[in-house]
């Protein structure tokens, strides 16, 4: 079976994520091959840039997927493919898809509808650990500079 390698990005600007419309109205991840000499990380953001347009930087790696499909509907011509997924953000909402791929749009969704509107079950799966990290990172500026325990809060209180 021919082996494919891919990478691509969650990609957070404020509360939204950025999904591309595919021609025949599919929302997907931005994603592609990964070239020869090239690292997962840099073809990652290279793809997300020639995808969207979004210049993005890399926050964590989030994990991989795997599928397997059928090049030209050909039973024969098994491909079984793993896409390495990293989060990332981006400096603005400009986006421009890349039409010769077929991508008709690319859009930042906001973080409570992104689940639903993504096409794949692994994709969606990638997107809710990209959520449940930027809830931690939410929490984390939340709280920054704030006491940690009820102690120390009760502490700060006295003295
Ligand atoms: P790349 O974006 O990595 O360059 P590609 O555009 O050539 O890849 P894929 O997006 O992998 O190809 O699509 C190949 C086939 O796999 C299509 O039939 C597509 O519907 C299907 N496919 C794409 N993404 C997924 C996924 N996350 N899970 C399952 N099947 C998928």
Do not use: C
């Not at 109205?25 to 000499?37: N, S």
């Not at 500079?145 to 009760?154: F, I, S, V």
């Amino acid at each position: 079976m021919r082996e494919e390698i891919s990478a691509g990005g969650v990609v957070l600007f404020g509360n939204a994520i950025l999904l591309l419309r595919k021609f025949n109205g599919d929302w997907v991840l931005p994603k592609g091959r990964i070239e020869a000499g090239e690292q997962k990380k840099e073809a990652a953001l290279r793809e997300v840039l020639e995808e969207t347009g979004v210049k993005a930087e890399i926050l964590k790696y989030l994990g991989e997927i795997h599928y397997t499909y059928k090049e030209n509907w050909d039973e024969n011509k098994a491909v079984h493919k793993t896409v390495f997924w990293y989060l990332m953000k981006s400096r603005n909402m400009d986006t421009v898809p890349l039409k010769e791929e077929g991508f008709v749009d690319a859009k930042f969704i906001h973080l409570d509808r992104v689940v639903d509107l993504a096409r794949y079950n692994d994709e969606r799966e990638i997107i809710k650990v990209a959520l449940e990290e930027i809830k931690k990172r939410n929490k984390k500026s939340a709280n920054y500079g704030r006491p940690d325990t009820k102690y120390e809060r009760l502490a700060e209180h006295r003295f």
